[in-house]
């Protein structure tokens, strides 16, 4: 695996295997990978013939400085890792490569962004998200890009860009990959303490209790919700959100009826802000 900093050395890499039909997928990621990312990279491997695996932590998408200064980075393990997954090409452009001096363009997708997510993390994060996406999906120009289900309101925020955008790529989502108790892998696990590690199985633990009482007949999304924040008041853990909403526009949910229905969550664990999902009726 080769690593490669600039957007010309990028599309110099690609230009021969593109001319010679050769499928390009690409899995955005912000380092410190874990499972969750391997996994994707290995999907990529999978049904593509060059895999680039992005490397950019986006300052553009961090709302506090602290969560940014604070970013576990080591990009040699990294590189180990993504090379071993099956990864071609590992772009790991600086700061200045992705937002050069005068930059000054913004992509915003309404409404999809505008909940939970949007509304904890205030506008400016899915706005940094949709626009890095964006820059790296122009960057690649890969036949198909790489998304985790983790991040549910982030595939329905790309998925949303790249058709109001005409952006000719396919979106594939990764399950969510956890660890054997349940809990979600994120790469800002590793900042739980000890004590918190256990409480952070609370959101896990909620998700487990909606999709119990959706199966025991419960239909009103109301309950559904308080018994999922139930369940994770017994870890002592108050979520920031659990909500049943629409996965593709994110709009909540009064009765869960036949159609896939996203229970969301995110809650604050020690100093650590998690989220996770799951979806009723899904398939
Ligand atoms: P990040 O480095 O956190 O920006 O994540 C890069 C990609 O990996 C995103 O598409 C995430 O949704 C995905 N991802 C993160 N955690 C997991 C997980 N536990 N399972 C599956 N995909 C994940």
């Known amino acids: 695996m080769k690593t490669l900093r600039t957007v010309a050395e990028l599309r110099a890499a690609l230009n021969g295997p593109r001319r010679a039909g050769r499928s390009i997928g690409l899995v955005p990621t912000m380092g410190a990978l874990h499972d969750g990312h391997l996994s994707l990279i290995r ?4 049904s593509c013939d060059e895999v ?3 490397l950019f932590v986006n300052p553009a998408q961090f709302e506090e400085s602290r969560d940014l200064a604070g970013y576990p980075r080591d990009e040699a393990r990294d590189a180990a890792l993504a090379a071993e997954a099956g990864g071609d090409i590992l772009f790991a452009p600086p700061p200045a490569e ?11 997708v309404a409404e999809v962004s505008a909940p939970l997510e949007g509304e904890h993390r205030g506008g400016a994060h899915f706005a940094g998200v949709a626009t ?4 790296l999906l122009n960057m690649a120009q890969p036949d198909v890009a790489f998304f985790g289900q983790k991040d549910a309101q982030q595939v329905a925020v790309i998925r949303r860009l790249v058709r109001d955008l005409d952006i000719p790529v396919r979106i594939e989502v990764g399950d969510t990959i956890r660890a054997p108790d349940g809990l979600a892998l994120s790469s800002r696990n590793a ?20 999709r119990a009482c959706h199966a025991a007949g419960e239909r009103d999304a109301t309950i559904l919700a308080a018994i999922g924040r139930a369940a994770m008041a017994e870890l ?6 659990l909500q049943l909403v629409a996965p ?10 036949e159609q896939p229905v996203l229970v969301a969550v995110a809650a604050r664990v020690g100093d650590v802000r998690l989220i996770d999902n799951d979806i009723l009726n899904g398939s």
């Not at 900042?191 to 909606?210: K, M, P, Q, S, T």
């Not at 593709?248 to 009826?257: E, N, Q």
Request: charged share 25%; proline share 5%; net charge positive.
């Open 52 to 54: 680039v695996v992005s």
């Open 248 to 257: 593709d526009t994110f709009a909540p949910v009064a009765t869960v009826g």
């Open 191 to 210: 900042r739980l303490r000890a004590g918190d590690r256990r409480r952070a199985l609370a959101l896990h633990r909620g998700l487990e209790a909606v």
């Open 236 to 241: 002592d853990v108050e979520p920031e959100y």
């Open 98 to 108: 992705v937002y050069p001096r005068g930059f000054a363009t913004t992509v915003a």
């Open 43 to 46: 999907q990529a491997r999978a």
């Open 132 to 135: 890095v996406v964006t820059k």
